[in-house]
């Protein structure tokens, strides 16, 4: 009845239940019931509630753990039929949400085996079937945890890919899958990320290169150990610099000089980005660093506003002294 209910709160409650129960009952004594319960839950995971519908997936994913896939035969492909339809975005975000609970439930070879079907959708011609699968991959890394560090190599194309689709809901969801990887494997899989990134920062698609200075900025600023509000500060007040810049001279000179006229009445921020440096430099190592500086450097002087600005923001967070660097 809970989870019939109207109120989302109700349902939600309901749905945990039906998961603790499956770890603190006998799985024989549940199974005569799945017959009911699992369409039960598998409403509440279509709940509109963000809530409800996760835990009506993690839910799902206990009873899975505990009584075993063959309690479930057509579970999986009945959640995948869902990220292939035409169904609306709060169902194949329920749909997505539930399949990473479930293939976490059944184990690592399940996905492992599944992997391949999920990289060649998120290439597919339809669009709605694009980002379905791009928001299961928002939800694998979460719930797999450190497991899912082996599958960052053939993830990551697919993502940055993504990242320039015509549809604005698919990059959204791209944008969403590759900050969850950043922020999940910053400083375990650096080797990983870091290559990728900078590569996809010399992208001919203008909207892949701006993408990728974002998520380069949020694994410095993970590898870095700063706060989510301070980095948006950081970005905030260098957006602001940017703007001043812009409307002034448009020469390289004019911009360092500015840049060096402000930096210098700024002690306090020259010694915040200099620690940060000094960090920097000895998780990446010196040479890797002064490859992403050459990059961000680069990318100042991009062909498109967006860019530069966003780059502009990520080396102003790093760097106090613009000339000063580039002599260094």
């Not at 799945?34 to 997936?57: I, K, Y």
């Not at 990728?196 to 892949?208: K, P």
Request: charged share 25%.
């Amino acid at each position: 009845r809970g989870m019939c209910e109207r109120t989302a709160s109700t349902k939600r409650n309901a749905a945990q239940i039906m998961g603790s129960m499956a770890t603190l009952t006998d799985p024989k004594d549940l199974a005569p019931y799945l017959l009911n319960l699992v369409p039960l839950l598998r409403n509440v995971l279509v709940d509109p509630v963000p809530e409800a519908r996760a835990t009506s997936a993690k839910a799902l994913g206990s009873l899975v753990n505990k009584l075993g896939e063959e309690h479930f035969p057509s579970l999986v492909a009945d959640l995948v039929k869902v990220l292939k339809s035409d169904a609306s975005g709060v169902d194949r975000a329920g749909a997505a949400q539930g399949l990473s609970e479930v293939l976490s439930g059944i184990g690592l070879e399940r996905l492992e085996g599944l992997l391949p079907e999920v990289l060649a959708n998120c290439n597919s011609a339809r669009m709605a079937v694009r980002e379905g699968f791009m928001m299961l991959l928002i939800y694998l890394p979460t719930t797999f945890g450190d497991d899912f560090q082996r599958f960052l190599p053939l993830v990551m194309p697919p993502v940055l890919a993504g990242l320039a689709d015509e549809n604005e809901q698919v990059r959204n969801a791209a944008l969403r899958a590759g900050r969850i990887l950043v922020i999940s494997f910053a400083t375990t899989a650096i080797d990983s990320l870091l290559p990728e990134l900078l590569a996809s920062m010399n992208h001919e698609l203008w909207r892949i290169r701006h993408s990728s200075i974002e998520l380069l900025g949020e694994l410095l600023y993970r590898v870095a150990g700063i706060s989510g509000k301070q980095a948006e500060r950081d970005r905030e007040a260098a957006r602001a610099l940017f703007s001043t810049v812009q409307s002034g001279d448009d020469s390289g000179d004019a911009d360092e000089a500015a840049e060096e006229e402000v930096d210098e009445d700024a002690e306090n921020d020259a010694l915040i980005s200099s620690n940060l440096r000094e960090i920097l430099t000895e998780k990446l190592g010196l040479d890797r660093f002064h490859g992403v500086l050459a990059a961000l450097y680069v990318s100042r002087s991009d062909v498109a506003a967006m860019v530069r600005q966003v780059a502009f923001s990520v080396w102003k967070s790093i760097v106090n002294n613009t000339p000063r660097t580039v002599r260094e």
